[in-house]
Each structure stands twice: as C-alpha cells, then as structure tokens.
C-alpha cells in the first residue's frame, strides 16, 4: 500500500478546507493509505508522527501564508525535522505542498518556496501541480488554478470570508488535483 501524509497547520479552518481537498485527492487514488497531521495552535503534533512519517512515500505540507511565509507553528514543526534530516529518514519521498492567504498574491509563493527548500533539505523529490492557469477574461475562482500555482496549489479566502465561504470551488479542486498526482506519483516510484 502506497502512504501519503498531510501535514499542515490551519489558524481559522480554510487551510484546512484546502487540506481536506488535497486528501480526498490522494484517497481517489486505488491503493492509497492517507494520514492526516494537523499542527496544533501550540505548533506540535503528537510524538508518534515521527515515526508514521519515516513509513511515507510521500508528505505534502500545507500552511496558510503569514506576513509572506508559513505560519510559526509550521515553522515549529519544519525546525523539529532535524532529527529525521540528521538519518536522511525522507530522503527520497515525494514532497508537495499547498498555501492560503486572504489576498490573491499574499506572497504565497514564498511559503511554497520554503516547503520546497524544507523538502530539498531532506532530500525529497519535488512535486507540482502539473496545471495550466485559468487566465482568460471569462475564467473566476471557480475555475482550476485560477491562481496560478505551479510549484504547488494556491488558494485565497478573503479575509471577511467564513471557512464555508473559502477556498472557493476552483482552488478546492486545484488542491483535490495536487492531491491525487502526487498519490499516482508515489504509487508508481513506490520501492526504487
């Protein structure tokens, strides 16, 4: 069985819309074991994560996109990662990564920018959203990557908008795609 884990942190609940997402993607996939991490407002997660996370094939890290990077608990929880980086324990797992803000740039591409190096730190394989942008006059946020995300999946919740309200559809399924490649991804290098 193919394991791909989620590990984020979500301060209001829309980066953890946009996890669902991204979790129901990797579960389309036949064969797939998903494990959700979410990191608590303390930046922890329980001490048996370290261990279930050397067992994926690949980790996908999310956070919502703070003052132009991830949110400190996450940051908590990549500085915690030295001990699996000190054995190279995911060297070789497939990696990617989504991000939330309240405006359509919000800088978010430097939060993708930091999993991206956390993932090279460790030696994972990168992995984007493989999507075309939505960029014509008559496509919204309904539609798939509307914001443009190509080194991971992007979404935008106003920051009058409820968890309800936001990710809107199009950035949900952007997420739910990003979930499901990097599923079939680590399904088909699974054991090199």
Request: proline content about 5%.
């Amino acid at each position: 069985m193919t394991k791909v884990a989620l590990v984020y942190f979500s301060g209001y609940g829309h980066t953890a819309k946009q996890a669902e997402a991204v979790r129901q993607g990797a579960a389309d996939i036949t064969g797939v074991e998903v494990n959700v991490f979410r990191i608590d407002e303390n930046g922890n997660l329980p001490e048996t994560t370290w261990d279930t996370l050397a067992q994926q094939d690949a980790i996908i890290y999310g956070s919502p996109t703070y003052m132009g990077g991830p949110a400190w608990q996450f940051k908590k929880f990549a500085d915690a990662t030295s001990k699996p980086w000190f054995t190279q324990a995911w060297q070789n797992k497939i990696a990617a990564g989504f991000t939330n803000s309240a405006s359509m740039n919000g800088d978010k591409f430097s939060t993708i920018a930091y999993f991206f190096t956390l993932s090279q730190q460790h030696g994972q394989v990168w992995i984007g959203t493989g999507l075309l942008p939505s960029n014509k006059k008559e496509h919204g946020p309904d539609d798939i990557n509307w914001t443009a995300g190509f080194a991971g999946a992007l979404s935008v919740s106003p920051s009058d908008a409820s968890p309800e309200e936001s990710p809107r559809k199009g950035d949900l399924e952007t997420a739910r795609l990003l979930g499901r490649r990097v599923a079939e991804y680590a399904s088909k290098t699974r054991g090199w």
